[in-house]
């Protein structure tokens, strides 16, 4: 019986469930020694042989278990791809399924600890133990300064290599091979004991410090500067080899004449010597001429690709060019050119000093001519925009606008008289006039004002925008800051509007509004009140008169003013 303080426990049922499910994943990490949820980081490798690696066979480097191997499978049950990625010039696979010669593709599942490993690293199938029979991967990461693989890297078969297994051994000793191993050890054990061989291997070893240092040179260079330079040169020296093995009487003539050769080379030993002391600085000398001669070669054969129809119309060419060269034997002889050179003979020293004396004026051209370049025509050819608000755009560029000036002069110039040239100039108004007040008084004393047909925008170039360029003397013309055309437009003069032809109305509103600006306005009060009551009265023509004497007297008043301000200023 539950008392009412007492907790709730769970059923048995669901004990025994949560039981089995731990058991279960016990089980699983226990013989998987991996979690459900690990995503392992897989990469493969292509091997000439698997031999018999088998799967959670282990990945080691430098001894430690780094992960395990989940596949091995035949390279020809992949994909394409993989065996493009696989294959290599150095290291090629086997194409023929006969052969018996498969590659296998080793699937490797890596742990954290394997990281980083670069892509020159190395695998190895290594035996676990020595009568066990199961192997295990060797990984080497690669040199720091190579990049680090990706997931699903595949490592090609020039960077990957087996283990020499005790039946490959006993399988190489035939009793043929077993049989000249027999005779060798005799034969060697003749030429040491009987011959005085020992004392031959004595002598060498005394005098071999020397060879051994240079030997091992030697093998160092035979490595090569790049990697697999030395597998390049084994596969290219197996082909040659295979090569030379397919005829046996070629083969036996090559080591016939190759037995002359040496017999040669030592019966002038002092001079091979010498020969070899000296072949080291001839090497350091070929070396660059053997890699410029090398880098030669591809641009010689397009050259002689391309030079090669020339060269067979050379011989169609020479027989054309015979008469003509027949010409020019006869153009050359004494009574032609010779002859000519004889008599040109004094003027050319006269020629050499206009040379020598040309010099300074061909420099005063130059000069002219890179003026002309770099200032004057990029200053002709520049266009001179106007300020805001001006209501004309650009005619041209400077040549043309001075063209234009030059047009006017022109004009302006064909009227003259004992006295010279002059120019007539007539004054005119018309409707929507304008009255110009200039602020000056003429030379006669008198109030200047005139009539125009249109307002006064303004003043452009300005009397400050005028100032001329800088001129250097001491300074190259090109080198010098080129005219500055631009300009600002400056405030026009004071000015009204007035017309002649406007209604007596009209030019009372205007006069109205000019008078509430003077100071004194009396006498043009006066002159306003007549010019309406003749208009009311219906005398047109005299209030046409009073409107002219009115803005007469607006003049003068409006002269006064401006030269009254001209004169504080």
Same mark, same amino acid.
């Given at each position: 019986?539950?008392?009412?303080?007492?907790?709730?426990?769970?059923?048995?049922?669901?004990?025994?469930?949560?039981?089995?499910?731990?058991? +279960?994943? !016990?089980?699983?990490?226990?013989?998987?020694?991996?979690?459900?949820?690990?995503?392992?980081?897989?990469?493969? &490798?292509?091997?000439?042989?698997?031999?018999?690696?088998?799967?959670?066979?282990?990945?080691?480097?430098?001894?430690?278990?780094?992960?395990?191997?989940? %596949?091995? /499978?035949?390279?020809?049950?992949?994909?394409?791809?993989?065996?493009?990625?696989?294959?290599?010039?150095?290291?090629?696979?086997?194409?023929?399924?006969?052969?018996?010669?498969?590659?296998?593709?080793?699937?490797?599942?890596?742990?954290?600890?394997?990281?980083?490993?670069?892509?020159? &690293?190395?695998?190895?199938?290594?035996?676990?133990?020595?009568?066990?029979?199961?192997?295990?991967?060797?990984?080497?990461?690669?040199?720091?300064?190579?990049?680090?693989?990706?997931?699903?890297?595949?490592?090609?078969?020039?960077?990957?290599?087996?283990?020499?297994?005790?039946?490959?051994?006993?399988?190489?000793?035939?009793?043929?091979?077993?049989?000249?191993?027999?005779?060798?050890?005799?034969?060697?054990?003749?030429?040491?004991?009987?011959?005085? !061989? +020992?004392?031959?291997?004595?002598?060498?070893?005394?005098?071999?410090?020397?060879?051994? %240092?240079?030997?091992?040179?030697?093998?160092?260079?035979?490595?090569?500067?790049?990697?697999?330079?030395?597998?390049?040169?084994?596969?290219?020296?197996? @082909?040659?080899?295979? +090569?030379?093995?397919?005829?046996?009487?070629?083969?036996?003539?090559?080591?016939?004449?190759?037995?002359?050769?040496?017999?040669?080379?030592?019966?002038?030993?002092?001079?091979?010597?010498?020969?070899?002391?000296?072949?080291?600085?001839?090497?350091?000398?070929?070396?660059?001429?053997?890699?410029?001669?090398?880098?030669?070669?591809?641009?010689?054969?397009? #050259?002689?690709?391309?030079?090669?129809?020339?060269?067979?119309?050379?011989?169609?060419?020479?027989?054309?060019?015979?008469? #003509?060269?027949?010409?020019?034997?006869?153009?050359?002889?004494?009574?032609?050119?010779?002859?000519?050179?004889?008599?040109?003979?004094?003027?050319?020293?006269?020629? &050499?000093?206009?040379?020598?004396?040309?010099?300074?004026?061909?420099?005063?051209?130059?000069?002219?001519?890179?003026?002309?370049?770099?200032?004057?025509?990029?200053?002709?050819?520049?266009?001179?925009?106007?300020?805001?608000?001006?209501?004309?755009?650009?005619?041209?560029?400077?040549?043309?606008?001075?063209?234009?000036?030059?047009?006017?002069?022109? !004009?302006?110039?064909?009227?003259?008289?004992?006295? !010279?040239?002059?120019? @007539?100039?007539?004054?005119?108004?018309?409707?929507?006039?304008?009255?110009?007040?200039?602020?000056?008084?003429?030379?006669?004393? /008198? /109030?200047?004002?005139?009539?125009?047909?249109?307002?006064?925008?303004?003043?452009?170039?300005?009397? /400050?925008?005028?100032?001329?360029?800088?001129?250097?003397?001491?300074?190259?013309?090109?080198?010098?800051?080129?005219?500055?055309?631009?300009?600002?437009?400056?405030?026009?003069?004071?000015?009204?509007?007035?017309?002649?032809?406007?209604?007596?109305? &009209?030019?009372?509103?205007?006069?109205?509004?000019?008078?509430?600006?003077?100071?004194?306005?009396?006498?043009?009060?006066?002159?306003?009140?007549?010019?309406?009551?003749?208009?009311?009265?219906?005398?047109?023509?005299?209030?046409?008169?009073?409107?002219?004497?009115?803005?007469?007297?607006?003049?003068?008043?409006?002269?006064?003013?401006?030269?009254?301000?001209?004169?504080?200023?």
């Amino acid at each position: 019986m539950r008392t009412a303080g007492s907790k709730r426990r769970l059923p048995n049922w669901a004990i025994g469930l949560i039981l089995i499910v731990l058991i +279960a994943v !016990g089980s699983f990490v226990a013989y998987t020694k991996k979690l459900p949820w690990d995503n392992p980081y897989e990469v493969q &490798a292509v091997f000439e042989t698997a031999q018999n690696l088998r799967p959670s066979s282990p990945v080691r480097i430098a001894g430690v278990d780094v992960g395990e191997v989940t %596949k091995v /499978e035949h390279l020809t049950s992949g994909s394409e791809e993989l065996r493009a990625q696989a294959d290599s010039d150095e290291a090629p696979l086997p194409r023929d399924p006969a052969s018996g010669e498969q590659a296998a593709v080793v699937t490797m599942s890596l742990n954290e600890n394997a990281f980083p490993i670069h892509e020159d &690293a190395q695998l190895q199938l290594r035996p676990r133990l020595f009568l066990e029979g199961n192997l295990f991967v060797d990984l080497k990461p690669g040199s720091p300064n190579a990049e680090e693989i990706t997931e699903g890297h595949t490592f090609p078969v020039q960077q990957t290599a087996t283990s020499v297994q005790i039946d490959q051994v006993l399988t190489t000793l035939q009793s043929d091979v077993r049989a000249n191993l027999q005779t060798f050890l005799d034969q060697f054990g003749n030429a040491l004991i009987k011959y005085g !061989g +020992a004392e031959g291997f004595q002598e060498v070893f005394r005098s071999g410090t020397g060879a051994y %240092k240079y030997t091992s040179i030697v093998n160092e260079a035979l490595q090569g500067k790049q990697t697999h330079d030395l597998s390049g040169l084994i596969g290219n020296l197996d @082909r040659v080899v295979a +090569a030379l093995g397919q005829n046996e009487l070629a083969l036996q003539n090559l080591v016939t004449n190759f037995r002359t050769v040496t017999g040669s080379f030592a019966a002038e030993s002092a001079s091979l010597e010498q020969a070899i002391a000296k072949l080291p600085d001839v090497l350091d000398a070929a070396d660059p001429a053997f890699a410029n001669l090398n880098a030669a070669f591809p641009p010689l054969r397009a #050259f002689a690709r391309e030079a090669l129809p020339g060269v067979r119309s050379t011989a169609p060419a020479l027989r054309a060019a015979t008469p #003509f060269i027949d010409q020019v034997r006869l153009l050359v002889s004494e009574r032609e050119l010779r002859g000519l050179v004889a008599d040109l003979r004094p003027t050319i020293p006269d020629l &050499a000093r206009l040379a020598k004396r040309s010099i300074p004026f061909l420099e005063e051209t130059r000069s002219l001519s890179s003026c002309f370049n770099e200032v004057v025509i990029p200053w002709s050819n520049a266009t001179v925009e106007p300020p805001g608000g001006y209501p004309h755009g650009t005619l041209g560029t400077v040549a043309e606008t001075t063209g234009y000036g030059l047009a006017g002069i022109a !004009g302006e110039s064909r009227s003259g008289d004992a006295n !010279g040239q002059y120019i @007539r100039v007539q004054a005119g108004g018309g409707p929507g006039g304008t009255v110009v007040i200039p602020g000056s008084q003429s030379p006669q004393g /008198e /109030e200047a004002f005139g009539l125009l047909d249109y307002p006064l925008l303004g003043a452009l170039p300005r009397i /400050e925008d005028s100032a001329k360029t800088p001129f250097k003397p001491g300074v190259a013309c090109e080198t010098q800051e080129q005219p500055d055309l631009s300009a600002v437009q400056g405030d026009p003069p004071d000015q009204m509007a007035a017309s002649a032809s406007a209604t007596p109305e &009209a030019q009372a509103a205007a006069l109205s509004d000019a008078l509430d600006s003077l100071p004194d306005a009396g006498a043009l009060e006066d002159l306003q009140g007549r010019i309406e009551s003749l208009t009311k009265a219906g005398k047109t023509d005299k209030a046409q008169d009073a409107s002219e004497e009115l803005f007469a007297e607006l003049g003068r008043q409006l002269g006064r003013a401006a030269g009254s301000e001209g004169g504080g200023s």
